[in-house]
């Protein structure tokens, strides 16, 4: 009822419109035209100004430092200057800006001397009470890249006291950071007083002044690094500084705590690193495989090519659950999908012991075969050419033995792979090699049922 | 002060020290150089030199201020644009034109134009009747004052003469509001200057120091362009950008001023030539001297100036001449300027010359990007069987020698511009409070880079251009007959690309392509002809390219001018065209 009363009303109001056009324009607000503007005369497009020039010049300071051409850039850079007189930190990037970045990034690759690049960060800092912090960061590290430690805490030092107003929050997240390297230089040096310590120790000898000194350093360096690491972010080498610490003086539970903090709180940004970290903290307190398999699990889900996949799949190889040395199999297939892995033997052995563990079982034939099927179309390509069969051969013969199993297993006798290597191994007499053939020989049944179609006739 | 030499005439003791040391204050009375006792004594007669100042001496009541407080003296912005013209012509005399341009014509110019606009030599000069507004003084009241346009809108003027573009950049980010609020001018009515709508008055500005330059160029007719004139101050031959750095220590500037005297661009072409005319027409100036044949602005002698620089062949010349005798172009009345005469079109002398030699080129070439490569491989053929004489011309050789010239040369410029130091070493004073911080820094901070980077690197090339400014020179790119890697083509003969037709030598190409059939209203649209590069055969984009680059202005506006000179030459054939058009329609 309502729908078609609208519709009434909006014939009507059709019908109105038609009847009396000058009425409804009359309810319109007139239109006012926008003030046209004097046609822009050309010749002032192309007029070259102050501005311009410097555009220029800054573009040619880029060019420069994509070419390499350092002296060419500080030239430029020179004349850019100029543009200091138009810095509005309104600006997103200001000259002044550019001028610290791209001046670090010359001294920095045209191997200046210290003096120099030192000088210049000095004068860098007085540029700018907001860049004040970052420009002290940038040349601690110029500093520490060049080994001096010194230097960079006297210099990590001085920005720590350093105040300018009220502090906002991103100075005090920079002056976050400024504490957290001066706590890792406090911590570096505490590892060098605790060597000293051991060394003497070993000779039966203690020094009460030395081992005071190194636990100054702790306590200096462990508030840093505590503060830090408490902000959301990747702090690494906090973290494993501080964790080596506390388990120095055996707090392992702080250092636990920390850890999987590090690693589980979601505000931190998924790092695998904190995961790593905590694999080798519990693999160091000798925890149980349980614990040590879930810490793994998660790091196969961020990083499936990493390098421990190699410790979790023989974990989970020697498990006697059959879901978890299913998985190992699936971690396995899954690092070697990674380039970088490729010419791994450590790997490749491990695929192929389980392999064999299975044909020769006979049992879970399918895990094998669900595997496969997504592989099996760029596998052979990818791992089991014959260029490949050839180099593996010349340049890692027990490479190409592990290999040649799998792909004997997967893809028949008749695999190129697989008859290169066992052509040759046998030719160099070689006893597993002939041995391997057998195998193969024996099994290859085992290949068409892999690579068939699903059917029911795999048994689980 | 000023007027060092003038204080030796008066030769009465002084009455404190009784010492004869007179110098001239700028209120142009004596003052004792030993003891500073000022006199009631003034000169009285008209200074004829340029360099004293003409305003004090015939407006100023006497009265004047003789030095603030921060030892600057009082001055007037006509006073600084006079300090400019000064320099402006004595750089031009030292580049050698004639040495009556300074005191009779220029300077007769400005004394003409300081009356026409009611800034001196005149009954109630303009200034006068709202004198000394010290904005200094009373910067805390202004903003309160409704009569009186705000400060900070005065530095957001947006000047249409597009070079007073010092906008409040001097001001550091820091406390930019603060900082405009106090802002001041050293001169006396600076703020005046920049409030006052003088439309009708021709309001002074930098570009039109150097109108004034062409100005009394043209008319003792030295052998200078206008392209010429601007490439010049643009190489720093001619004060111009930092001209303030000449001023005497006690003129201070600061804040306004800055806005005035302080340029941030490079003089546009059209700007000081358009500025020029209504200067000339704002003068009342009569007719200038003849444009004949014998002047270096003549066409056909510019012709022969600019077929060189383009390392064209000179034979070329023959025919630029009967294309100028054609059109007419060539004569007295068309190329004489008449001030005020709207009726007439204002001859721009270097384009209009450059335009000739490629309307000349598009009669024997073509231009069409086959026509003058098919002549070329005729050219490069008869070559190979030639042995007496000079070698045929061959475009295709000639554009590749110039070409590569060019693009070099034009990297080269394009470098140096990126490299440009704007701002002179002289600290500038923005105000009182806060002294040139920002500039000072500037300066320091160029000076450390230099600095460091010079430990580094060694010297670096383009950071001293300062120093060693090249020689001035008429010529951009030169081309000599000596070098025999075959590079010249000024001895270079056209024979293969003309014939012989009832004893006249024609070219061989018959046809001819219009750049427009219709040209554009000049007056109502800035322009007689629109050029849009993708539009036109490459060859020509290509020349028009080469003379951009010699006269330094854009492609378009020599394309105006050929498309000018083509309408004069064939306007019997168009106007034919037209009328048979107007037949077939009915």
Redesign the interface.
């Known amino acids: 009822m309502d729908s078609f009363l609208e519709e009434e009303d909006g014939e009507a109001a059709a019908g109105k419109r038609k009847r009396s056009p000058v009425a409804q324009a009359a309810l319109q607000p007139p239109l006012h035209l926008p003030f046209l503007r004097p046609?822009p005369?050309?010749?002032?497009e192309?007029?070259?100004?102050?501005?311009k020039?410097k555009e220029?010049?800054l573009?040619?300071i880029q060019d420069a430092l994509l070419q390499k051409q350092?002296?060419r850039a500080?030239?430029?850079?020179?004349?850019y200057?100029?543009s200091?007189?138009?810095?509005?930190?309104r600006e997103h990037i200001g000259p002044s800006e550019v001028?610290w970045r791209i001046?670090t990034e010359?001294?920095y690759h045209?191997q200046?001397?210290m003096k120099?690049f030192n000088?210049?960060m000095e004068?860098m800092k007085t540029?700018g009470v907001k860049r004040y912090l970052k420009v002290c960061l940038e040349h601690i590290f110029h500093l520490l890249c060049n080994g001096q430690i010194d230097e960079a805490y006297q210099n990590l030092s001085l920005a720590e006291s350093w105040r300018f107003g009220e502090q906002t929050a991103i100075q005090d997240k920079e002056m976050k950071l400024i504490q957290a390297y001066r706590g890792l230089l406090d911590y570096y040096s505490w590892s060098k007083q605790k060597n000293i310590l051991l060394e003497h120790g070993e000779d039966g000898f203690s020094d009460l002044a030395v081992e005071q000194e190194m636990h100054g350093y702790f306590r200096k360096a462990a508030v840093s690094l505590k503060e830090i690491i408490k902000i959301p972010g990747v702090w690494d080498i906090f973290v494993k500084c501080y964790v080596d610490l506390l388990e120095f003086y055996g707090d392992h539970n702080e250092a636990h705590q920390v850890l999987n903090e590090y690693a589980y709180n979601s505000k931190f940004p998924a790092n695998p690193n904190a995961h790593v970290y905590l694999y080798q903290f519990l693999k160091r307190q000798g925890e149980s495989k349980k614990t040590l398999i879930s810490a793994l699990k998660i790091l196969h889900d961020i990083v499936p090519s990493h390098e421990l996949m190699i410790d979790f799949n023989t974990m989970l190889q020697k498990s006697k659950k059959r879901k978890k040395r299913r998985m190992g199999l699936e971690v396995i297939f899954a690092a070697l999908d990674y380039a970088g892995w490729k010419e791994n033997a450590k790997a490749w052995s491990c695929l192929a012991r389980q392999v064999k563990q299975i044909v020769i079982s006979g049992k879970h034939l399918d895990w094998i075969k669900q595997e496969w099927s997504s592989r099996k179309d760029w596998w052979p390509a990818f791992h089991f050419s014959r260029y490949l069969a050839k180099r593996n051969w010349q340049e890692n013969k027990s490479l190409s033995y592990e290999k040649a199993l799998v792909a004997g297993v997967l893809l028949g006798k008749d695999c190129k792979y697989f008859k290169y290597v066992s052509h040759q191994g046998c030719k160099a007499q070689l006893k597993r090699f002939r041995m391997l053939k057998k195998f193969v020989n024996r099994h290859n049944p085992v290949y068409l049922r892999i690579s068939g179609p699903p059917d029911s006739s795999v048994q689980p | 002060c000023r007027g060092e030499d003038a204080g030796r005439d008066f030769n009465e003791r002084c009455a404190q020290c009784s010492e004869v040391n007179w110098g001239l204050t700028d209120g142009g009375r004596f003052y004792c150089r030993s003891c500073h006792n000022v006199t009631e004594r003034s000169r009285e007669v008209v200074n004829t030199d340029f360099i004293t100042n003409s305003r004090v001496q015939t407006i100023s009541k006497g009265s004047r201020k003789q030095e603030k407080k921060d030892g600057g003296c009082e001055w007037y912005i006509c006073e600084g644009f006079q300090l400019v013209l000064k320099k402006q012509v004595e750089a031009l005399e030292a580049l050698g034109v004639c040495p009556q341009m300074k005191d009779e014509i220029l300077c007769n110019f400005w004394r003409c134009y300081l009356q026409k606009s009611k800034q001196a030599y005149c009954e109630r000069p303009a200034g006068e009747t709202v004198k000394a507004l010290s904005v200094c003084e009373s910067s805390t009241d202004v903003d309160s004052d409704p009569e009186r346009p705000s400060l900070l809108h005065l530095l957001s003027l947006s000047e249409s003469e597009g070079a007073l573009q010092t906008d409040c950049s001097f001001a550091s980010s820091v406390s930019k509001v603060s900082e405009s609020t106090s802002v001041c001018s050293g001169s006396v009515d600076g703020s005046l200057y920049l409030m006052k709508n003088q439309k009708e008055k021709l309001r002074m500005t930098m570009p039109m120091t150097l109108s004034f330059c062409y100005m009394a160029l043209l008319w003792v007719r030295e052998p200078i362009t206008l392209s010429e004139l601007l490439r010049f101050v643009v190489e720093g031959h001619i004060p111009y950008l930092n001209v303030f750095e000449h001023f005497p220590e006690n003129m201070r500037l600061c804040g306004l001023d800055l806005k005035i005297f302080c340029v941030e661009s490079w003089p546009v072409y059209e700007e000081v030539f358009n500025k020029m005319h209504e200067l000339a027409a704002f003068l009342d100036l009569p007719r200038f001297p003849d444009i004949t044949e014998s002047c270096f602005l003549h066409p056909d002698m510019l012709c022969m100036k600019y077929l060189m620089e383009a390392n064209l062949p000179d034979e070329l010349h023959n025919w630029t001449c009967r294309v100028v005798k054609k059109t007419g172009i060539g004569e007295v009345d068309f190329l004489t300027l008449m001030p005020g005469n709207k009726s007439t079109r204002k001859v721009k002398y270097d384009v209009l010359a450059a335009a000739v030699i490629i309307v000349v080129l598009k009669l024997l070439f073509l231009l069409d990007d086959r026509y003058e490569w098919l002549l070329s491989g005729i050219a490069e053929e008869r070559n190979k069987n030639n042995t007496e004489g000079g070698p045929y011309f061959e475009f295709k050789k000639w554009y590749e020698v110039v070409k590569h010239s060019l693009d070099v040369e034009q990297k080269k410029l394009d470098e140096e511009r990126a490299k440009y130091l704007w701002r002179c070493e002289k600290p500038l004073f923005y105000s009182v409070k806060n002294k040139s911080k920002v500039l000072k820094r500037r300066l320091f901070w160029y000076l450390i880079l230099l600095y460091l980077f010079q430990n580094q690197f060694g010297k670096l090339s383009g950071s001293v251009q300062r120093a060693e400014k090249p020689n001035p020179s008429s010529f951009q790119l030169s081309w000599s007959e000596e070098n025999t890697d075959g590079s010249c083509f000024h001895g270079h003969s056209l024979k293969g690309i003309l014939q012989e037709k009832h004893g006249l030598l024609t070219a061989m190409n018959p046809d001819y392509w219009l750049c427009t059939v219709k040209l554009c209203n000049e007056k109502l649209c800035g322009h007689l002809a629109h050029y849009r590069e993708v539009e036109f055969p490459q060859s020509y984009h290509f020349v028009l390219g080469l003379f951009s680059f010699l006269l330094r202005i854009q492609p378009s506006y020599i394309h105006d001018e050929v498309c000018m000179i083509e309408h004069k030459l064939f306007n019997k054939k168009l106007s034919k065209k037209i009328k048979y058009n107007r037949v077939l329609r009915k």
Not at chain 1, 46 to 51: C, E, G, I, M, Q
């Open positions: 046609q005369v050309s010749s002032n192309h007029k070259l100004n102050f501005r020039s220029a010049c573009s040619y350092w002296k500080a030239e430029f850079l020179t004349c200057v100029e200091l007189e138009k810095d509005y930190s001028i001046g010359i001294f045209s200046s001397s120099e000088y210049f004068q540029l």
